[in-house]
């Protein structure tokens, strides 16, 4: 027995009887629940103060109704207004209670917090009073002596009675909101001034969430509108000074009033990136730092005990327009379908289990080599949807045996292969390993789809496959020419599984991109390291890019004349990474060049300057969904292309650099390795040079790639 049950034991002593314990046994049963009736009783005492509340707050409404229907006749008819009219007014009296007992409980006036009146309880106090008064009308018609009260006294009594219900709700609000002033002046001094940016409703409930703040860090100083339409008005006190064009004019004005902001506050959502990356050069040249308010629901809900501005995400400078989705078509590809998701841990894995786990499937399977990624997105999943069937497996997509198992197993409807290795430099200098993953990976995962009659099976692929000058970007492309061949041939062969391939560019944020590399630097103090100058990517948002692969999934799977076809994801305009580092660099309130160096240290193996979302020999045509666009197929002789990835496969495994390259080259023409000139001794036998910048092999002495 534990020591918890050995607690509440009553030991009996050898020959007292067993009814001499019942006393102990009811001290220990207190003792052991005591604590649970403390909670108990302070659970009914607050019920019972609500209850209270609540009986006192209808009780006032009544009263308050009586009172101005009282008002509402003396105001009519004067001062002897009881004259003759006694009897009826008593009687209106008790018609206009009865009425309000009923109005007021069905309109639940007495629920609401006076302390956090707000205009929705204003429109129900007004609709309240006017119901009261429209059933009271065909009262009046129906009753022959309340004919001596004129009927114009209801036009009055609406007035008062508002007053009366209302005053007493805004006096509430303002007590408990009113500050000492000393206390204000006080204070103000230690405060963070800011300049908002935005005049719509988020700007007004974050000036109303700092007034109700008693230990407020901010205060505002002023507001800039986008478009100068209430210029000169206020919000809350708080005065529109001008444009978003006239912001250095107005700091100077501020400034000479002693109010000069430290921040410049972002209060609309709608603002686009450049005119985010305006704001932010402004600030920075004013010495001010960019930030946000919070969320709407935050700031409505109270989530937080004081309010607080939070910094602009790296995402609000280089987004787009998200893509209207069609989340219908997206939602009757997954719903009640068993998907199999490879690289599940990785970033791209990770938030289709996520996005595909909101649509309701009858089982998701979880797949990965890497075990904390594995653990991580498990935990997260069961937390997010505990109710969903899942599986996790940790496999290797080169085990062929393995993957027919587990496709054998789960027989999934849907599969998305997210597995990859997809870090240029890593790749480069481990190309076999490359290979392998991405090229006989890929290849087992499609055969086992096609073999166990998968419905569609979705590669995720990259940019870096058009006009590749790595081995990565190479042997996704590859991956590509596969899917699309075998896709081409399913109404020749008799198979029914679209093998669906999705394009697109970086993502913000994922493994070993360089948005986590500047966060690392700038917060060891820099510098932030640059490959080159004029170095330019396609960036988006890991949310963003997964669901335009679901959308573009749903317009695949259900298509049969788009075989073979790439869906390629809109990326926007290439961002300059020198300008992506200066703007982080920003952000951190920190000035470039001089807080912060950028060090420019020359493209590494395999990069090059700029991405290509299409190949030139691709056909690029529309497809009913914005953001998503087709490429033409592009595939070599299908013979040809199974026979040279026989051969890749196996020069890989046997680790023979020299025949792998030279087949990529075959089935890839397009592939230009950057010059090269000998590798380190020692890398065919899995010794890894350092990741600046080594690559090929011949004579075993080690050179520097040259750009």
């Not at 708080?238 to 100077?252: C, Q, Y």
Request: proline letters at 5%.
């Amino acid at each position: 027995m534990n020591s918890a049950n050995r607690r509440d034991e009553v030991t009996v002593e050898p020959g007292r009887s067993a009814w001499t314990a019942v006393p102990a046994c009811l001290r220990k049963l207190t003792r052991r629940f005591a604590p649970r009736q403390a909670v108990g009783s302070a659970v009914m005492s607050s019920a019972r103060s609500g209850a209270r509340r609540m009986q006192l707050a209808f009780l006032h409404d009544l009263l308050m109704a009586g009172c101005a229907f009282v008002a509402a006749v003396y105001l009519k008819m004067g001062v002897g207004f009881l004259e003759g009219t006694r009897g009826a007014v008593l009687d209106a009296l008790l018609f206009i209670g009865v009425i309000a007992a009923g109005v007021f409980y069905v309109m639940r006036l007495h629920r609401s917090f006076w302390c956090y009146i707000s205009l929705q309880d204003m429109m129900s106090i007004a609709k309240a009073v006017t119901l009261l008064n429209l059933i009271f009308v065909p009262v009046w018609v129906l009753t022959p002596d309340l004919s001596r009260i004129p009927l114009s006294v209801l036009v009055i009594n609406w007035l008062v009675l508002f007053a009366l219900l209302a005053g007493p709700r805004l006096i509430a609000r303002m007590v408990t909101q009113r500050q000492p002033a000393r206390m204000v002046d006080r204070r103000r001094y230690r405060q963070i001034p800011l300049l908002l940016v935005g005049t719509g409703d988020n700007t007004e409930l974050f000036l109303r969430a700092l007034n109700r703040d008693a230990a407020a860090l901010y205060r505002v100083v002023g507001i800039v509108d986008e478009m100068g339409a209430y210029l000169r008005g206020s919000i809350h006190g708080v005065e529109v000074l001008g444009r978003i064009d006239e912001i250095k004019a107005v700091v100077e004005r501020l400034d000479a009033g002693g109010n000069r902001p430290q921040r410049l506050v972002v209060t609309e959502d709608g603002l686009s990136s450049a005119a985010m990356r305006s704001l932010l050069d402004e600030a920075a040249a004013l010495g001010m730092t960019l930030n946000r308010t919070p969320k709407m629901t935050e700031l409505t809900a109270g989530v937080t005990d004081h309010v607080e501005v939070k910094p602009v995400a790296i995402e609000d400078l280089l987004g787009r327009p998200e893509a209207l989705l069609d989340r219908a078509s997206m939602a009757e590809m997954i719903q009640g379908s068993r998907v199999l998701i490879t690289g599940a841990g990785g970033t791209i894995g990770s938030e289709l289990v996520r996005q595909i786990s909101d649509f309701d499937p009858a089982h998701i399977v979880l797949m990965d080599n890497a075990e904390l990624h594995l653990y991580e997105i498990d935990m997260e999943l069961s937390l997010r949807h505990p109710a969903l069937p899942r599986s996790t497996v940790m496999a290797d997509v080169r085990d062929s045996v393995r993957v027919r198992e587990i496709m054998s197993r789960h027989t999934p409807d849907l599969v998305f292969h997210a597995a990859a290795m997809k870090h240029v430099p890593m790749v480069e200098m481990n190309p076999c390993e490359g290979m392998l993953t991405n090229v006989l990976g890929t290849r087992n995962v499609v055969d086992a789809s096609v073999e166990h009659g998968v419905k569609a099976m979705v590669l995720i692929s990259t940019d870096k496959a058009v006009n590749p000058t790595n081995v990565m970007g190479t042997t996704k492309r590859i991956a590509e020419s596969y899917c699309q061949s075998l896709d081409m041939r399913g109404a020749e062969t008799g198979c029914d599984t679209r093998l669906l391939t999705v394009r697109f560019g970086n993502v913000l944020g994922s493994t070993g991109s360089v948005v986590p590399l500047f966060q690392r630097q700038l917060a060891a103090g820099g510098p932030i390291t640059v490959t080159d100058p004029e170095v330019t990517r396609y960036f988006m948002t890991v949310s963003e890019a997964v669901g335009l692969v679901l959308q573009a999934s749903a317009l695949g799977s259900r298509s049969s004349d788009r075989k073979g076809t790439i869906f390629v994801l809109e990326m926007g305009e290439p961002v300059r990474i020198r300008d992506l580092a200066t703007q982080m660099i920003r952000l951190a309130g920190r000035v470039p060049g001089k807080d912060i160096e950028i060090v420019y240290t020359g493209l590494r193996p395999g990069e090059k300057l700029y991405e290509e979302p299409l190949h030139e020999s691709e056909e690029l045509r529309p497809t009913e969904t914005s953001g998503i666009l087709l490429a033409a197929p592009r595939v070599p002789d299908h013979q040809m292309l199974m026979r040279l990835i026989d051969e890749l496969i196996v020069s890989a495994l046997n680790r023979d650099v020299e025949r792998a390259m030279t087949l990529l080259r075959q089935i890839v023409p397009e592939f230009q390795p950057p010059a090269t000139r000998p590798l380190p001794a020692g890398e065919e036998a899995g010794i890894v040079p350092s990741l600046v910048g080594t690559y090929g092999t011949e004579d075993g002495r080690p050179m520097r790639t040259v750009h």
